[in-house]
C-alpha cells in the first residue's frame, strides 16, 4: 500500500492532478481517514494513466474513453483465461470436439491453448 504523498513522488505528479483522477474515478484508492492509500492495482493504473498521458499524448476528454476500453479489454482477458482453464479441465474427447467445433485457433488440450 502506498500513501498519496508516496504516489505523488514516485510518479513525480501533483496532490492536485492524482485529486483530479480520483475525482473522475480514473483511479478509486480506498480511504483512510483523511487521505488515500493506493493498492498495487491503484498504483498500476496511476503508471498506465501517466504512460497514456505523456507517452501516448492521450488528452483528459478521451481518458474515459480510453481507460474504459483498457478495462473491457482486461475483462475479457481474464474472462477467456477462465474459459480456457475450465475447457482444460474437461475430458479429452469433449475437448477434441470442442476444438473442432471452434476451428484451429482454439485447440485447448494438457498444456494450454494453441
Avoid: C, N, Y
Avoid at 504512460?51 to 480510453?66: F, N, T, W
Amino acid at each position: 500500500m502506498a500513501t498519496l504523498e508516496e504516489i505523488v513522488t514516485r510518479f513525480e505528479i501533483t496532490q492536485t492532478e492524482i485529486s483530479m483522477w480520483i475525482e473522475e474515478g480514473w483511479v478509486e484508492p480506498q480511504r483512510e481517514g483523511t487521505s488515500f492509500v493506493f493498492d498495487e492495482s491503484d498504483t498500476a493504473r496511476v503508471g498506465l494513466i501517466l504512460e497514456l498521458k505523456r507517452d501516448l499524448e492521450i488528452d483528459e476528454s478521451a481518458m474515459p474513453v480510453v481507460l474504459s476500453l483498457l478495462d473491457q479489454l482486461h475483462a475479457a482477458r481474464a474472462a477467456l483465461k477462465r474459459i480456457t482453464g475450465a475447457i482444460g479441465e474437461l475430458p479429452p474427447d469433449i475437448r477434441d470436439r470442442l476444438s473442432a467445433i471452434l476451428g484451429d485457433h482454439a485447440i485447448v488440450d494438457d498444456e494450454g491453448p494453441h
